[in-house]
């Protein structure tokens, strides 16, 4: 049964080009009115222009779909919740987010200047909570809501010369776990996207067949998916080149060693055991690893403060 977003109403964040514009492609191409963001910076935030996200409305509405472009940064509070509202005016209601602008000012630890590592929290992290506060109450209310976070396998494994971009990316994983939680009651079900995507952040980095596999195109399938009627909730989708995987934040069994003036040693002494991945889990909240903790302690019967 083909995915149909007739009706649905999607703001796409930095869908200048790459892939915010092959994500708003397809999502117009379903059906769905589009908010074409971009602010239309250089890939490390310098610069600004509407054109590019006009452009791809453009193209949506030569295509014929319905799209705005929208130039607010999604950093400054007061343009997205403009930005917002102007959705509302034009069309009722907002439906689906997709965060999805970045920036990227890579640099080793040693060598980074903490503004460009601000920059980039800023702009990948606040940027993404920014937009999803201005749509959440909209979302509640109307009882519908599909939200995907842009993360990266630089923040779920590292990346060198990353740590501002693989930070904040990491930090999303954790802001989609908890208004996951929060949203589930009300239809709003938030997800992240892990893309492998050849955009201007990667050009002259890989080669051009390389870059050919990796086309956006390639990823915004799982951006779709994930804009569904019937999309999952609190899952981190893996996409580059046509290929798709889940990441799981799992926790082993481990092991219970008590207490002891030797308890580092012994802990020190068990690290096979301890990384040992048979029998591991994906904790469904954070309670988990306290009650999986007090019940290899023996303590069976957690109060009904603690249940």
């Known amino acids: 049964m083909s995915i149909d977003l007739s009706g649905r109403v999607a703001i ?7 892939l915010g514009r092959a994500h708003a492609l397809l999502l ?4 769905a009115k589009i908010i074409v963001n971009d602010l239309g910076v250089m890939s490390d935030g310098s610069g600004g222009s509407i054109s590019a996200a006009q452009k791809v409305a453009d193209e ?16 400054d ?17 907002v439906d689906i987010l997709v ?10 630890f040693s060598k980074m200047d903490l503004a460009d590592f601000r920059a980039v929290v800023d702009v990948h992290l606040m940027g993404a909570v920014i937009c999803t506060k201005a749509v959440w109450d909209l979302m509640r209310d109307q009882k519908y809501g599909r939200i995907v976070m842009t993360t990266s396998s630089s923040g779920l494994y590292g990346n060198f010369g990353q740590s501002n971009y693989g930070a ?11 208004l996951g939680l929060e949203g589930e009651k009300y239809n709003v079900r938030v997800n992240c996207l892990a893309p492998t995507g050849a955009t201007r952040m990667v ?13 956006p195109e390639r990823v915004s399938p799982a951006v779709f998916a994930l804009c569904a009627d019937d999309a999952p909730n609190r899952k981190i989708i893996c996409a580059g080149a046509g290929s798709f995987e889940q990441a799981n934040i799992t926790m082993t069994p481990g092991l219970f060693i008590s207490e002891g003036d030797d308890a580092a040693e012994r802990l020190r002494a068990s690290y096979d ?6 029998g591991e889990i994906v904790p469904q909240d954070a309670t988990v690893q306290g009650k999986i903790e007090l019940h290899k302690a023996g303590f069976d019967k957690l109060s009904p403060a603690h249940a």
């Open 60 to 75: 949506i509405v030569t295509l014929g779909g319905e799209a705005i472009a929208n130039g607010a940064s999604v950093t």
């Open 77 to 93: 509070q007061a343009e997205v919740e403009a930005m917002v509202a102007q959705t509302v005016r034009q069309w009722g209601r």
């Open 273 to 278: 055991i301890l990384a040992s991945r048979d």
């Open 99 to 108: 965060n999805n602008a970045g920036i990227l000012r890579d640099r080793t």
């Open 28 to 31: 117009a191409n379903r059906g």
């Open 12 to 18: 796409v964040t930095g869908a200048g080009g790459g």
């Open 168 to 178: 904040a990316k990491m930090a999303l994983v954790g802001l989609m776990q908890t």
């Open 203 to 215: 050009e002259g980095v890989m080669p051009r067949e390389m870059l050919d596999l990796l086309a």
